[in-house]
């Protein structure tokens, strides 16, 4: 197969088969224990990122199917993943202190909470494996392994995606310079605004500008107040006005 011969749907499709295989694989291994939650979650977050940079190349009502469940199931793997994430933050942080300001076992009390609740959330995911819905959502992503619900757009050669992942990648620097600023603000970083366990206070909703705004004390110049707007609207109104001259 020459370059010229790859299509959108050759791309994607090999794509998705890879993300497909490590969230079907990952069920005997969340069973035996082994530490995958990480790498699962991952595949899943890749592959609702695919659904939603490369939407026009999946049927829609199907793609939503998929999206739905995808987000359940990263749900139950994130509350996993996140008390590892803070039991190593917190046995770093703590690592920082003095001894001598550290009064009584709190390193080992502050290990045990978090142990329980890492408990209780891979006992409910676990158990979740046995239900239902996870069989559906099993069922679903072999079904996308095996035969992806792609449109005819998939069918237009590879370079078609270049717009979508060059849309992507600005929309992942913005984000970016967003945390940067935040952060350097002293504000918690915003999570995503799906996750119902990080819910996003008024302050990490600001946009940019008006944070901005905030900062320096001046408005922003709206898009719609730019020279070079003013100057499009203007050149509009003209030509309609020369049609409407020329009909009557």
């Not at 790498?39 to 609702?48: D, E, M, N, Y």
């Not at 942080?93 to 009584?104: K, M, N, Q, S, T």
């Not at 849309?167 to 984000?175: M, P, V």
Request: aromatic share 4%; hydrophobic share 35%.
């Amino acid at each position: 197969m020459n370059d010229k011969s790859v299509t959108a749907r050759d791309v994607i499709g090999d794509y998705l088969v890879e993300q497909c295989t490590v969230i079907i694989d990952s069920e005997a291994q969340l069973r035996a224990g082994e530490e995958v939650v990480h790498t699962t979650r991952v595949a899943v977050r890749r592959l609702r990122s695919t659904l939603r940079v490369f939407a026009e190349l999946f049927d829609p009502g199907e793609a939503g199917r998929l999206e739905e469940e995808l987000v359940w199931w990263a749900n139950l793997l994130g509350e996993v993943r996140d008390l590892d994430i803070l039991t190593q933050r917190q046995a770093a942080l703590l690592a920082e202190v003095p001894p001598e300001l550290i009064l009584g076992p709190v390193a080992s009390t502050i290990q045990t909470e978090l142990a329980a609740r890492r408990k209780a959330a891979v006992d409910a995911m676990t158990d979740t494996l046995n239900s239902a819905r996870y069989r559906k959502l099993v069922a679903l992503i072999h079904h996308w392994r095996a035969d992806p619900p792609f449109t005819y757009v998939a069918d237009s050669p590879s370079d078609a995606l270049d717009p979508a992942i060059k849309k992507a990648k600005k929309k992942a620097r913005n984000r970016l310079a967003t945390a940067v600023e935040v952060r350097q603000a002293g504000e918690p970083i915003p999570r995503s605004r799906t996750s119902p366990i990080h819910p996003q206070t008024p302050s990490t909703r600001l946009s940019r500008r008006r944070r901005r705004k905030r900062a320096t004390g001046s408005r922003p110049q709206s898009r719609c107040d730019r020279p070079e707007s003013r100057r499009m609207r203007c050149c509009i109104a003209r030509a309609r006005r020369r049609s409407a001259t020329a009909t009557r």
